[in-house]
């Protein structure tokens, strides 16, 4: 079992940053990748970006794409979620999820969620 908590939430300006973060405790060793979702009221859930965790590589979205960066600290079991320029859509609660497995695609495959944290950007 792996265990995620988000922290990190918060009511920022149109064009403002916000840090988010995922730490990651129980059998963390068995980590593959790690991703940060997203879901507005009244939408579903979208992928918003992961990362590899042993190469670090990384994808996103393409709405968040230049704007959005997500980086890890190993040695903390940690996520990151660096958020710039928000803009009132990306207004969401905020999950991220580990995987343990390679499955082709770096939308699909997790098996451990957080609990989700709330994030809300004013115009």
């Known amino acids: 079992q792996v265990q995620l908590v988000e922290s990190g939430r918060g009511l920022v300006q149109a064009g403002g940053s916000l840090r988010l973060s995922c730490a990651a405790s129980?059998?963390?060793?068995?980590?593959?990748?790690m991703g940060w979702f997203r879901q507005a009221a009244g939408k579903e859930r979208e992928f918003v970006g992961a990362i590899t965790w042993n190469s670090g590589r990384t994808s996103y979205a393409d709405s968040v794409k230049g704007r959005f960066t997500i980086s890890r600290d190993s040695a903390k079991n940690t996520m990151y979620l660096q958020m710039n320029s928000l803009k009132p859509e990306d207004t969401a609660v905020y999950y991220c999820?580990?995987?343990?497995?390679?499955?082709?695609?770096?939308?699909?495959?997790?098996?451990?969620w957080g609990q989700g944290t709330q994030v809300t950007v004013s115009s």
């Open positions: 129980g059998r963390t060793f068995s980590t593959y990748a």
């Open positions: 999820a580990s995987k343990s497995k390679y499955t082709g695609n770096s939308r699909t495959g997790y098996d451990y």
